[in-house]
Protein backbone atom coordinates (compact mmCIF):
# COMPACT_ATOMS: atom_id res chain seq x y z
CA UNK A 1 0.00 0.00 0.00
CA UNK A 2 2.97 2.38 0.89
CA UNK A 3 4.35 1.92 -2.30
CA UNK A 4 1.37 2.20 -4.42
CA UNK A 5 0.59 5.72 -2.26
CA UNK A 6 3.85 6.90 -3.29
CA UNK A 7 4.07 6.04 -6.92
CA UNK A 8 0.96 7.88 -6.52
CA UNK A 9 1.70 11.33 -5.41
CA UNK A 10 5.13 11.06 -7.68
CA UNK A 11 2.16 10.97 -10.40
CA UNK A 12 0.18 13.81 -8.69
CA UNK A 13 3.22 15.92 -8.69
CA UNK A 14 4.68 14.92 -12.05
CA UNK A 15 1.33 16.17 -13.67
CA UNK A 16 0.49 19.40 -11.54
CA UNK A 17 1.93 21.99 -9.23
CA UNK A 18 1.05 20.94 -5.92
CA UNK A 19 2.36 23.08 -3.32
CA UNK A 20 0.70 21.86 0.22
CA UNK A 21 0.52 18.53 2.34
CA UNK A 22 -3.40 19.18 1.99
CA UNK A 23 -3.69 19.44 -1.43
CA UNK A 24 -1.05 16.26 -1.92
CA UNK A 25 -3.76 14.29 0.74
CA UNK A 26 -6.83 15.51 -1.01
CA UNK A 27 -5.23 13.93 -4.17
CA UNK A 28 -4.43 10.80 -2.49
CA UNK A 29 -7.80 10.49 -1.01
CA UNK A 30 -9.53 11.23 -4.38
CA UNK A 31 -7.60 7.92 -5.33
CA UNK A 32 -9.01 5.94 -2.84
CA UNK A 33 -6.05 6.12 -0.51
CA UNK A 34 -6.77 7.15 3.32
CA UNK A 35 -4.23 8.92 4.80
CA UNK A 36 -3.53 11.29 7.48
CA UNK A 37 -1.05 14.45 7.17
CA UNK A 38 1.50 12.66 9.08
CA UNK A 39 1.40 9.98 6.50
CA UNK A 40 2.09 12.86 4.18
CA UNK A 41 4.60 14.44 5.80
CA UNK A 42 6.42 10.88 5.89
CA UNK A 43 6.20 10.22 2.00
CA UNK A 44 7.21 13.38 1.39
CA UNK A 45 10.41 12.86 3.62
CA UNK A 46 10.66 9.31 2.00
CA UNK A 47 10.39 10.35 -1.28
CA UNK A 48 12.78 13.22 -1.49
CA UNK A 49 10.40 16.01 -2.06
CA UNK A 50 11.22 19.53 -1.53
CA UNK A 51 9.22 22.98 -2.53
CA UNK A 52 10.48 24.95 -5.45
CA UNK A 53 9.69 28.15 -6.84
CA UNK A 54 7.80 28.05 -10.44
CA UNK A 55 8.45 29.73 -13.55
CA UNK A 56 5.20 32.08 -12.37
CA UNK A 57 6.09 32.32 -9.39
CA UNK A 58 4.24 30.19 -6.82
CA UNK A 59 5.64 26.74 -5.13
CA UNK A 60 5.22 23.07 -6.20
CA UNK A 61 6.57 19.65 -4.50
CA UNK A 62 9.52 18.65 -6.67
CA UNK A 63 11.60 15.69 -6.44
CA UNK A 64 15.65 15.81 -5.75
CA UNK A 65 17.18 13.42 -8.23
CA UNK A 66 17.70 10.33 -6.07
CA UNK A 67 20.32 8.38 -8.28
CA UNK A 68 20.90 5.01 -7.44
CA UNK A 69 24.24 5.21 -5.89
CA UNK A 70 27.07 4.59 -3.30
CA UNK A 71 27.32 8.12 -2.08
CA UNK A 72 26.64 9.20 1.01
CA UNK A 73 23.92 11.83 2.88
CA UNK A 74 27.12 13.88 3.26
CA UNK A 75 28.28 13.65 -0.33
CA UNK A 76 25.51 14.58 -1.57
CA UNK A 77 25.23 17.39 0.60
CA UNK A 78 28.76 18.36 -0.93
CA UNK A 79 27.19 17.92 -5.06
CA UNK A 80 24.19 20.24 -4.07
CA UNK A 81 26.60 22.92 -2.20
CA UNK A 82 28.70 22.87 -5.23
CA UNK A 83 25.69 23.79 -7.96
CA UNK A 84 23.05 25.69 -5.67
CA UNK A 85 24.91 27.71 -2.98
CA UNK A 86 26.08 30.83 -3.09
CA UNK A 87 27.63 32.18 0.12
CA UNK A 88 28.57 31.15 3.55
CA UNK A 89 28.58 32.67 6.92
CA UNK A 90 27.77 32.50 10.52
CA UNK A 91 26.67 34.93 13.60
CA UNK A 92 27.11 33.46 17.30
CA UNK A 93 26.14 29.62 16.78
CA UNK A 94 24.33 29.70 13.70
CA UNK A 95 25.63 29.68 9.90
CA UNK A 96 23.70 31.34 7.52
CA UNK A 97 23.27 29.60 3.67
CA UNK A 98 22.55 31.59 0.93
CA UNK A 99 21.02 29.51 -2.33
CA UNK A 100 20.16 30.14 -5.81
CA UNK A 101 16.34 31.44 -5.50
CA UNK A 102 14.45 28.37 -4.70
CA UNK A 103 16.78 26.14 -3.49
CA UNK A 104 17.19 26.54 -0.12
CA UNK A 105 14.34 23.34 0.72
CA UNK A 106 16.70 20.91 -1.02
CA UNK A 107 19.96 22.35 0.80
CA UNK A 108 18.57 22.17 3.34
CA UNK A 109 16.44 18.66 3.19
CA UNK A 110 20.22 17.01 2.62
CA UNK A 111 22.14 18.82 5.58
CA UNK A 112 19.08 17.37 7.66
CA UNK A 113 19.84 14.07 6.29
CA UNK A 114 23.61 13.90 7.10
CA UNK A 115 22.52 14.26 11.11
CA UNK A 116 26.07 16.18 11.95
CA UNK A 117 26.68 16.30 15.81
CA UNK A 118 27.25 20.02 15.75
CA UNK A 119 23.83 20.68 14.35
CA UNK A 120 20.94 21.35 16.82
CA UNK A 121 18.11 22.29 14.05
CA UNK A 122 17.84 23.84 10.61
CA UNK A 123 15.39 26.22 8.66
CA UNK A 124 14.59 26.89 5.56
CA UNK A 125 13.16 30.12 2.89
CA UNK A 126 13.32 30.24 -0.59
CA UNK A 127 16.81 30.94 -0.84
CA UNK A 128 18.43 31.09 3.08
CA UNK A 129 19.01 28.37 5.32
CA UNK A 130 19.10 29.11 9.32
CA UNK A 131 21.61 26.32 10.93
CA UNK A 132 21.69 26.52 14.70
CA UNK A 133 24.67 25.14 15.84
CA UNK A 134 25.85 23.86 19.17
CA UNK A 135 28.79 26.34 19.87
CA UNK A 136 30.28 29.47 17.90
CA UNK A 137 33.33 27.27 17.04
CA UNK A 138 31.26 25.01 15.86
CA UNK A 139 29.83 27.60 13.64
CA UNK A 140 32.51 28.72 13.06
CA UNK A 141 33.85 25.00 11.92
CA UNK A 142 31.04 24.00 9.93
CA UNK A 143 31.14 27.48 7.21
CA UNK A 144 35.05 26.74 6.41
CA UNK A 145 34.18 22.78 5.68
CA UNK A 146 31.11 23.92 3.73
CA UNK A 147 33.25 26.46 1.77
CA UNK A 148 34.92 23.99 -0.17
CA UNK A 149 32.30 22.81 -1.31
CA UNK A 150 31.28 26.12 -2.97
CA UNK A 151 31.92 26.56 -6.91
CA UNK A 152 33.46 29.96 -7.12
Same mark, same amino acid.
Given at each position: M %???????????????????? /??????? /????F?????????D???????????????????R???????????E??????????T??????????????????????A??????????????????TI?V??R?? /?S?????? /?? %??????
Open positions: %KKQRQQAILGMISKQDISTQ /EALKGGL /EALGTVTQATVSRINELNLVKTLTKNGSYKYTISSKASAKTPLELHTLMGSLVALDFAGNTVVVKCQTGMAQAVCKLDATKLPQVVGTLAGDDFLVTP /EAAQLVE /EL %KAYIKG
